[in-house]
């Protein structure tokens, strides 16, 4: 269980790097380009951002612990990097169909949600393989 807590820290620290790169620095200059889509920074919520991260992790963990077998790197990089492309898809193709986003932002969407699918998988895969201490 400790371990499984700790590969879910890891995770979230990834993720919170990931965004931080992603969203503040090569994505900003498509939201500024676009800010009627977009609440102002006083309107977001740390909390629910940092509670929905948290659910997304467990739900990932628990699928992994559940569902894949044998644990390993290779195998934690292969789920993550399908639960990646669907975080992906959702996120940014999913919501171009719907949404006024440019192109360019739900390419950029996609990517980060497989990128982030991939470095949670390998965590897992480093962590949580059988016969890991």
């Not at 889509?37 to 997304?56: D, H, I, M, Y």
Request: proline residues 5%; aromatic residues 10%; positive net charge.
């Amino acid at each position: 269980m400790k371990r499984l807590l700790l590969t879910g820290i890891a995770i979230f620290v990834a993720w919170t790097l990931l965004d931080v790169l992603a969203h503040r620095a090569l994505l900003e200059p498509l939201y500024e380009s676009n800010p009627a889509l977009w609440r102002p920074a006083s309107e977001l919520n740390p909390v629910l951002v940092t509670g929905v991260t948290f659910l997304l992790i467990a739900v990932f963990l628990s699928i992994y612990q559940a569902l894949v077998r044998p644990k390993s790197f290779a195998r934690g990089v292969w789920f993550g990097g399908l639960v990646g492309l669907a975080l992906g898809t959702a996120s940014g193709l999913g919501t171009y169909i719907h949404s006024p986003i440019p192109a360019a932002l739900a390419c950029g969407w996609f990517a980060l949600g497989t990128l982030k699918g991939l470095a949670a998988g390998a965590l897992l895969g480093a962590h949580l393989r059988e016969g890991a201490a």
